[in-house]
Structure formats: structure tokens, C-alpha cells
């Protein structure tokens, strides 16, 4: 089976159906995760200076005052509040842009099915037919509900976290790069086979709905 190539021109064709008609819930998207990425790591980032600053010098102490604790551990909440109600934002958003979206789609299938000829009904079964209404566009919401936000949180997160990481240790970020290097070269090992069995499962399943 030939290696499967990565296809940026179809990520750009499903971006412009989204700008075209939801940009604004685009940007407002993009906000969210980017607050998101920057409350976690900002609270985790914390835990050192909560364990440092305020923890470890009441240990021993026979009247440990615990307002610098109780203070430091409500700015973690805030942040990890912040984090989940920006992800919850996200998420029904996204709902509504891919469901919009994928309708738009199918609408437009069903215009360009209209202009077909009779040649083209006589020579593909309606299973086949209907598995790109179905089948196909619930692989295209998938990637606009999950997998693009995924990605962008992902770049944001590996950004902010090499500039803590140069900020904390350059020494240790040099070594997790070259570890980062050599997980990578793995990972798209692994990958190009994953992205072959996926196509073979997706022509089983239009061989499954063409007898139907």
C-alpha cells in the first residue's frame, strides 16, 4: 500500500469554511486555549514556589501560621478555575463550529450531487453514496472538534513550557531536547503504520455500508 502524505491543502479548504462562517467564535477559541495553556502551566509552575515559600519553612515550627498557605493554595484554584471554565468555553464552541461546519458540507454535497449524472448513481452504490455523508464527515467533525484545538493547544503549551525550561535550566533543556529528538524519530515510526491501518479501516467500512 502506498505511504499516506500529509495534506495541507485539505486542512486549509476546512480552515476557510470555518473563517468564512464562524470567525468570531474562531478568535474567541483561540483566546480560551491560550488562557487555558498559560493558567495550567502557570499553576504548576506555582506548586514550587508554594512548596518552597510557604510550606517547607513551617515545617518544625511550633506555631505555624498557615494564612501564606491558605493564600497561595486560593491562586492556585483561581488559576485551575480559570483553566476549566476556558476549556469548557472552548469545548461547546467548538461543538457549534463543527457541527455548523459539516453542515455547510453536506449542504454542498447535496447541491453537487444533483448536478451528477445518472452515470455516476449507475456506478457506485448507495452505501458508497451515503458513506460520504456519514462515515466521512464524522471523521471531518472529529478533526474540527478535537484534533485541530489539540494542535494548537499543543504548540501554545510546548512554547510557554521551552521558555520556562530555558528560564529554570539550560543544561536540562538540552537534554530534553536531544530525548525529545529521539521520541519524535519513534513516534513517526509508529505513526506512518497507524495512518496506514486507518486508511484500510475506512475502505472496510465503505466496503461494509456499499453492500447496504
Known amino acids: 500500500m502506498e505511504k499516506p502524505k500529509f495534506d495541507l491543502t485539505t486542512i486549509k479548504r476546512i480552515f476557510m469554511y470555518i473563517k468564512n462562517d464562524y470567525k468570531k467564535e474562531l478568535i474567541l477559541v483561540i483566546t480560551c486555549l491560550i488562557i487555558n495553556t498559560i493558567a495550567n502551566i502557570a499553576a504548576s509552575l506555582y506548586l514550587e514556589t508554594l512548596i518552597d515559600k510557604y510550606i517547607t519553612p513551617l515545617i518544625g515550627v511550633t506555631n505555624p ?33 463543527s457541527e455548523g461546519t459539516l453542515k455547510n458540507i453536506r449542504d454542498e454535497m447535496f447541491i453537487k450531487m444533483q448536478s451528477l449524472p445518472i452515470k455516476y448513481f449507475d456506478t457506485h452504490t448507495h452505501g458508497d ?31 510557554t513550557v521551552f521558555i520556562a525550561m530555558l528560564i529554570a535550566s539550560i ?15 519513534i513516534t513517526k ?24
Do not use: W
Not at 491558605?70 to 476556558?86: F, N
Not at 453514496?129 to 510546548?158: C, E, G, K
Open 65 to 97: 501560621e498557615y494564612i501564606g498557605v491558605i493564600k497561595a493554595i486560593g491562586i492556585m484554584s483561581i488559576l485551575y478555575i480559570i483553566g476549566i471554565i476556558t476549556i469548557h468555553i472552548c469545548t461547546r464552541v467548538m461543538v457549534k463550529i
Open 129 to 159: 453514496i451515503m458513506s460520504r455523508y456519514t462515515n466521512d464527515t464524522d471523521t471531518l467533525s472529529q478533526l474540527i472538534s478535537q484534533s485541530m484545538p489539540q494542535m494548537f493547544s499543543s504548540a501554545v503549551t510546548i512554547i
Open 171 to 185: 543544561h536540562l533543556t538540552v537534554v530534553v531536547i536531544i530525548s525529545l529528538v529521539i521520541m519524535l524519530y
Open 189 to 212: 515510526k509508529i505513526g506512518g503504520n497507524s495512518a496506514k491501518y486507518f486508511i484500510k479501516q475506512q475502505e472496510e467500512v465503505g466496503k461494509v455500508n456499499r453492500l447496504y
